[in-house]
């Protein structure tokens, strides 16, 4: 659904821009009671039966959008409950992280086959010939499916000749890789915690908006106010995100317009990501190891700790370039706030981890930053030339992290010219389930000796939870991003990888 315009997206922006609008404000929180009100106007419903309903469903959009959790419904409660805890700049997220709006919900169908009226009732009846469970039968001159028998094969559907069967399932949860979606006594959709690793594609995928995450733009926007050096690092998926005028010159110039003091391409630790990645795969593969798993991607991270607690030593040891990136920033300016921009809703999770969240302050999806460049009418268009400040810091390879397959290629790339004579083979999936298939293999040792390069988001980081525009659009705008690179290897880079970016 992703670059395609419709109400829900309409509906996340104008929630992303009201609570920007307001923090820029003056950050009184008290007014989040009126936002329900202007982002459903009038007393007429747009689309759900009742102006309140979508009234209640706004206001649990703007808490989720402060960083705060979902209300009970079974009482009376202020948009602002609890806010005077999470209004500051110094909150974290308090797990979970992805939500689904019990109320938002629409209880979709969950994994069935049906037929439709149009089935012909042909005499060749394929449908029920082919059916390894006698689970389809004729009434009233149709094929019926007993669902009570239905094994949800779908041999039904490859056989009949008019097309008239169908494969009903839930969006939300058939784009979850981790099977964390389940129902409530009502029908309505819930996320199993334990399994979810906060990908957001189940958010992206709900046709209703019933799915939100988590965020923190009330709290950039404070630290800001307050007099924080706020430094945003961008990932490079940022590219096209904005339109066709937001050059990456007049980013950083529209970034200093919303109070960012400084503006760093994530693309930079991604350089320093790949020299220690390519380092730890020749140390380790196959003398410590049988094959390496790439670092960046955190719900690839968390799916293999949670799946396959066994070959969590095999992921490299490299810090994730957010975090390279973030470090660097703290160690050139003492006291600074950091803020990741970027595509993913995992990343929020990983910045709070208890090794991460004094490197990284605060995380911003792209969707979530342009709610805050609308709050202060940014216009790209109306941004001199002149004005522009150039992003010229980053190898090719390294840009090339946003899209599928990026980072082993550039991790073969530095390979090659650390060690001429290694070969270093690769193996990479897109999409948690395609990552499921890709370790199994690995641990049956399918792939000895490979380097697995895991992303959790089909396509790469470009078809993150938090973008905007199409997939395939995004991909074109960051292969030319990266042509357009000062230089091509990240051994190139002018940073020294051996700073003491750890901590002790």
Request: aromatic share 6%; with cysteine; hydrophobic share 40%.
């Amino acid at each position: 659904m992703r670059g395609i315009p419709s109400l829900i997206t309409d509906i996340r922006k104008k929630v992303f821009t009201e609570v920007a609008r307001m923090a820029y404000a003056g950050g009184d929180y008290t007014k989040a009671n009126d936002l329900p009100y202007i982002i459903v106007p009038g007393d007429r419903p747009l689309h759900r039966e009742s102006v309140f309903l979508e009234r209640a469903i706004a206001g649990e959009r703007v808490r989720l959008a402060m960083g705060l959790s979902l209300r009970p419904a079974d009482g009376r409660h202020l948009v602002t409950e609890g806010m005077d805890h999470a209004a500051i700049a110094e909150q974290y997220y308090e797990p979970p992280l992805i939500n689904i709006i019990p109320y938002a919900c629409h209880a979709c169908p969950t994994n069935q086959y049906k037929v439709t009226k149009y089935c012909q009732n042909c005499l060749a009846r394929s449908c029920e010939k082919v059916c390894p469970k006698g689970a389809i039968e004729y009434e009233n001159g149709k094929s019926h499916i007993d669902q009570s028998k239905c094994i949800k094969c779908g041999k039904c559907v490859k056989a009949c000749p008019y097309n008239a069967i169908i494969h009903l399932e839930r969006p939300c949860a058939a784009s979850c890789g981790m099977d964390a979606i389940g129902s409530d006594e009502q029908g309505r959709a819930v996320i199993n915690q334990d399994k979810c690793v906060a990908c957001g594609q189940c958010l992206v995928s709900c046709p209703f908006g019933a799915i939100a995450d988590k965020g923190q733009i009330f709290q950039v926007i404070q630290s800001i106010l307050k007099g924080d050096k706020v430094i945003a690092i961008v990932a490079p998926a940022f590219i096209g995100q904005f339109g066709k005028h937001s050059t990456p010159g007049k980013f950083v110039t529209a970034m200093k317009q919303l109070g960012f003091a400084r503006v760093v391409e994530v693309a930079v630790g991604a350089d320093m990501c790949t020299i220690e990645e390519a380092k730890d795969f020749l140390e380790k593969v196959p003398a410590q190891q049988n094959y390496m798993a790439t670092s960046c991607c955190p719900a690839w991270h968390s799916m293999i700790e949670k799946l396959y607690p066994s070959e969590m030593g095999k992921i490299s040891m490299t810090l994730t370039p957010m975090v390279f990136t973030a470090r660097m920033m703290k160690k050139d300016y003492p006291g600074c706030k950091v803020v990741f921009v970027g595509p993913c809703a995992a990343k929020k999770l990983e910045a709070i981890r208890e090794d991460i969240r004094s490197d990284v302050d605060f995380v911003l999806t792209f969707e979530e930053l342009q709610g805050m460049f609308e709050a202060k009418e940014v216009d790209f268009k109306s941004i001199p030339v002149e004005d522009e400040v150039p992003l010229c810091e980053a190898s090719g390879v390294a840009r090339n992290f946003a899209v599928g397959g990026g980072v082993a290629a550039a991790v073969v790339e530095a390979a090659k010219h650390l060690a001429p004579d290694r070969e270093v083979k690769v193996v990479a999936a897109q999409g948690l389930s395609e990552c499921k298939k890709m370790l199994m293999l690995a641990k049956a040792g399918k792939y000895n000796g490979y380097l697995l390069e895991g992303m959790c988001c089909p396509g790469g980081c470009v078809a993150g939870a938090g973008t905007i525009q199409p997939i395939k659009k995004s991909a074109a705008a960051v292969g030319l991003y990266s042509k357009e690179a000062p230089f091509e290897s990240a051994l190139e880079s002018k940073y020294d990888i051996t700073l003491p970016l750890l901590k002790d």
